[in-house]
């Protein structure tokens, strides 16, 4: 069962903040990031556009996270690659640094599937099992509103990329949509390290 952190994450914690960085504000870091990257040539204004719509989100999961709690990944079909690459590269050994409880559950998929009428019963059904496998887990969707989507949102609090919603900024037609992918996906792995090594406050 996923819960608090292992024991090494928290002695590796406990470690960092008895370092004494200087911390900077999680907003300005990130409006900094995305300029450097720019002068780079890395394609980021658009992020800059919509920050405002972004960052808080991305601000809440990761305190969920260096708080101790897990996350789900779950996707639309068109968007499985995603999930894939994200649980292939949030936690890898060379990174040097502790895994984070980021999971995905291939199977999950065909389950909310086969319940394509929503019924509250057959969600609930879904989420007790959640329950007994993992605690304080929220859900990270990324797709088209869609039954996952609806599922995803029913079960709580998450960070929800739903394509072609008014509260987003990533459209299901988008020519450049895997790439904006990609690049928040590697804003947020930065930010969580920078997080975690408190180097940046999670105030905006």
Same mark, same amino acid.
């Given at each position: 069962? =996923? *819960?608090?952190?292992?024991?090494?994450?928290?002695? &590796?914690?406990?470690? /960092?903040?008895?370092?004494?960085?200087?911390?900077?504000?999680?907003?300005?870091? &990130?409006? %900094?990031?995305? %300029?450097?990257?720019?002068?780079?040539?890395?394609? *980021?204004?658009?992020?800059?556009?919509?920050?405002?719509?972004?960052?808080?989100?991305?601000? !809440?999961?990761?305190?969920? /996270?260096?708080?101790?709690?897990?996350?789900?990944?779950?996707?639309?079909?068109?968007?499985?690659?995603?999930?894939?690459?994200?649980?292939?590269?949030?936690?890898?050994?060379?990174?040097?640094?502790? $895994?984070?409880?980021?999971?995905?559950?291939? !199977? #999950?998929?065909?389950?909310?599937?086969?319940?394509?009428?929503?019924?509250?019963?057959?969600?609930? =059904?879904?989420?007790?099992?959640?329950?007994?496998?993992? *605690?304080?887990? %929220?859900?990270?969707?990324?797709?088209?509103?869609?039954? %996952?989507?609806?599922?995803?949102?029913?079960?709580?609090?998450?960070? $929800?990329?739903?394509?072609?919603?008014?509260?987003?900024?990533?459209? *299901?037609?988008?020519?450049?949509?895997?790439?904006? #992918?990609?690049? =928040?996906?590697?804003?947020?792995?930065?930010?969580? =390290?920078?997080?975690? &090594?408190?180097?940046?406050?999670?105030?905006?």
């Amino acid at each position: 069962m =996923l *819960s608090l952190p292992c024991a090494s994450f928290i002695v &590796f914690m406990n470690l /960092i903040n008895k370092c004494g960085f200087t911390m900077e504000n999680i907003s300005d870091w &990130f409006l %900094r990031i995305i %300029r450097e990257d720019e002068k780079k040539g890395i394609m *980021s204004g658009w992020i800059e556009e919509k920050r405002f719509i972004f960052l808080p989100s991305m601000t !809440y999961t990761i305190e969920h /996270i260096i708080k101790g709690g897990s996350i789900i990944v779950l996707t639309d079909e068109k968007c499985e690659w995603f999930g894939d690459y994200i649980i292939t590269h949030i936690n890898q050994s060379h990174k040097g640094r502790p $895994f984070f409880p980021i999971v995905q559950i291939k !199977y #999950l998929h065909n389950m909310i599937d086969s319940n394509k009428e929503g019924s509250i019963q057959g969600f609930k =059904l879904i989420k007790d099992m959640l329950d007994m496998m993992y *605690s304080n887990y %929220r859900f990270w969707y990324i797709g088209k509103k869609n039954t %996952r989507a609806d599922f995803a949102k029913n079960s709580g609090e998450g960070w $929800f990329w739903i394509f072609d919603e008014n509260n987003t900024f990533l459209s *299901s037609t988008d020519e450049k949509l895997d790439y904006k #992918l990609l690049s =928040l996906f590697k804003l947020f792995d930065r930010a969580i =390290l920078e997080a975690m &090594f408190n180097r940046i406050s999670l105030d905006i």
